[in-house]
Each structure stands twice: as C-alpha cells, then as structure tokens.
C-alpha cells in the first residue's frame, strides 16, 4: 500500500513520517529530514501486519511544486492514496490543500484528511468542511504529531482499515 503524504511546507509531514517510523521499527532513514528542503520525496517503508505500507513524503515548499508534480505524477502510476495535511495554526495550508488535490485529478485514489497541531489552536470545522468536500477527501480528525505520537500511528491503522474497507486499492500497485 502506498500513501502520498501532501500538504504546504511545515504542516507536520516529516514528523508524521519520522514518527511512524520509530513507532513500527522501520528501518531507519537516511538522515532526520524534519525542517530539510529538498525536492525529492522522502520514501519510508513500514511493515503494519503482514503489509507493507510505503509513504512518500512531498516537499511542500512552494518553490519544487513542479517538480513535486511531475513525481508524484510518475509514483501515481502504481497507484496509492492521498493523505492531506493542513496545519489548523495557518488556515492557508488548509485552503492550499486544493492546489494538491488538483495533482490527483482523474485518478482514483482514496482520499484522507487530517489536520495537525491541535496542540497550538482549535481547528476551524467549517473551514475544514469546506475545503474536505471540496478536495473529495474524509476527514479523519484534528491530531498533535508532535506532542502526541500515538496519534500519527491511529491515522495510519485508520488508513489502512478504510483503504481495505473501501477497497479502493489499486491492485496493480506492487508494494
Ligand atoms: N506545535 C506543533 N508543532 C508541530 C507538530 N507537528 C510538527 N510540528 C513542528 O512543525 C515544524 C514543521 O514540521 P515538519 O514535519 O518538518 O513539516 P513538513 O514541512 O510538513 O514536513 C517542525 O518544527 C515541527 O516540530 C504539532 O503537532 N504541534
Ligand atoms: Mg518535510
């Protein structure tokens, strides 16, 4: 199973990823790419049962948005589902979801929505109502990666226990 991780650029992706990772003993990453600008997706693969999940995390800096496009163009080739994150601190990012769901136009995916650092704020429901049916995206909830790890690992058994109900995977995908 593949999960595409999106959002703008400091809404809590790396962290999210990073913390999946010492969570289910993965291997560990190359370097800790918290706050690292770089255009290339950071590829984490994690055993979840007998899975194995690989998540890709985008640069969401806006300066490799094209390049971000034009790879996750090719990974979208062996399917996945979309992971959305916004940052409920900065309503942009959430807002900015659209512009990344715009890069799944035509393709079936599953679609998920969360939104990070309800440490620092309250999200704003109808903000995310909005852009949630907007994007097509099922809105999983409001999570501190943070300050509460647990939470990213409740995201991902919730993923892949929707992915499976849903059965919206794609069976070529080889992972
Ligand atoms: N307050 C708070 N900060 C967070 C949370 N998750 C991540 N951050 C911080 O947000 C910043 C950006 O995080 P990062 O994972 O690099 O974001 P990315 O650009 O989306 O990969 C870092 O300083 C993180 O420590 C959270 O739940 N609450
Ligand atoms: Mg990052």
């Not at 690989?54 to 399917?79: C, I, S, W």
């Not at 309250?122 to 943070?146: C, E, H, N």
Request: charged share 25%; glycine share 10%.
């Amino acid at each position: 199973m593949r999960i595409h991780v999106c959002g703008e650029g400091g809404v809590g992706k790396t962290t999210f990823v990073l913390t999946l990772v010492k969570r289910f003993d993965a291997a560990i990453p190359v370097a800790a790419r918290i706050g690292v600008r770089t255009e290339r997706p950071y590829v984490v693969e994690i055993s979840y049962g007998q899975r194995k999940i690989r998540l890709y995390d985008y640069p969401g800096q806006a300066e490799f948005r094209e390049v971000v496009a034009t790879n996750l163009a090719k990974e979208l080739v062996h399917g996945g589902h979309a992971l959305f994150i916004g940052d409920c601190s900065r309503p942009d990012t959430i807002t900015g979801l659209e512009r990344w769901a715009k890069l799944f136009d035509g393709v079936n995916v599953g679609r998920y929505m969360v939104i990070n650092k309800v440490d620092v704020c309250d999200p704003d429901i109808g903000l995310i109502a909005d852009v949630s049916s907007k994007i097509g995206a099922r809105y999983l909830g409001a999570f501190t990666f943070l300050r509460e790890p647990e939470h990213a690992a409740r995201i991902l058994r919730t993923l892949v226990y929707m992915v499976e109900a849903e059965s919206v995977d794609i069976p070529s995908e080889g992972v």
